[in-house]
């Protein structure tokens, strides 16, 4: 089952939205699950995101590629450009998967792959 933000294309699966607590996955709601309020303003997380990542790296975050939930909060993807070079195809790129809790407070972050900016999606990024 899918929810969906109004207004937005930003969907989230529901059945990720609960979190199930105790001893053989019992919980408070249907399912096991611990009932979440209202989804928080994607906008919101997205622009905590950004500055978190900002302020931990000294850059700025190029462009947002993702914003889905997890069990500890949401997870917002953005990329970096880490080294700028001439031409800027040659850019070298990272992606980095910041984890806010619904508040937007920074739960954790981890760089995933680096790639150059040519190399097309789907491609060997290191």
Do not use: C, F
């Not at 699950?33 to 950004?50: E, S, T």
Request: aromatic share 4%.
């Amino acid at each position: 089952m899918l929810g969906e933000w109004p207004g937005s294309g930003v969907r989230a699966r529901a059945a990720e939205a609960g979190r199930n607590t105790g001893a053989g996955g019992r919980g408070h709601g249907p399912g096991g699950a611990v009932p979440r309020g209202p989804a928080p303003d994607p906008q919101r997380l997205v622009a905590a995101a950004r500055e978190h990542l900002q302020q931990l790296l000294g850059k700025e975050p190029d462009s947002v590629t993702g914003l889905e939930p997890a069990d500890d909060g949401w997870v917002v993807t953005l990329e970096v450009v880490e080294v700028s070079r001439i031409p800027a195809s040659t850019d070298v790129l990272a992606t980095y998967e910041v984890v806010l809790d619904d508040d937007g407070r920074l739960v954790r972050y981890r760089r995933g792959g680096r790639y150059y900016r040519s190399q097309a999606e789907g491609g060997d990024r290191r």
